[in-house]
């Protein structure tokens, strides 16, 4: 069983930083890929940054103020997130690819969500 474990939003001031870290857990023989998506109210799912072997991908609207890592000792990715709007309100989702162990193939994971609410 392999599980993504989310931490770190809550509320903060337009212009204000936040850290999202994100956990995989369980039985796992390679993470593959991970990244972070976001849903505001009423609209979808967007990606917003992702890494994958070595190489990392931003949305148009986060690029230049959002930075993720992944600490591949730890299993874990990080979103550092600063210059934060209000536009940036959303639940925020990890994801990732992840071998099992014991299955040779790859599936995709889903956090619970962490809430990240910018407003003055």
């Known amino acids: 069983q392999v599980q993504l474990v989310e931490s770190g939003g809550g509320l903060v001031q337009p212009g204000g930083s936040l850290r999202l870290s994100c956990a995989a857990s369980?039985?796992?023989?390679?993470?593959?890929?991970m990244g972070w998506y976001r849903q505001a109210p009423g609209k979808q799912r967007e990606l917003v940054a992702i890494?994958?072997?070595?190489?990392?991908k931003y949305a148009d609207s986060v690029s230049g103020r959002f930075t993720i890592s992944r600490d591949n000792a730890k299993n874990t990715v990080y979103l550092q997130m600063n210059s934060l709007k209000p536009e940036d309100t959303a639940i925020y989702y990890c994801?990732?690819?992840?071998?099992?162990?014991?299955?040779?193939?790859?599936?995709?994971?889903w956090g619970q969500g962490t809430q990240v609410t910018v407003s003055s």
């Open positions: 994801n990732a690819a992840i071998i099992p162990d014991g299955i040779f193939q790859s599936y995709d994971y």
């Open positions: 890494t994958r072997s070595g190489s990392t």
């Open positions: 369980g039985s796992i023989f390679r993470i593959l890929a």
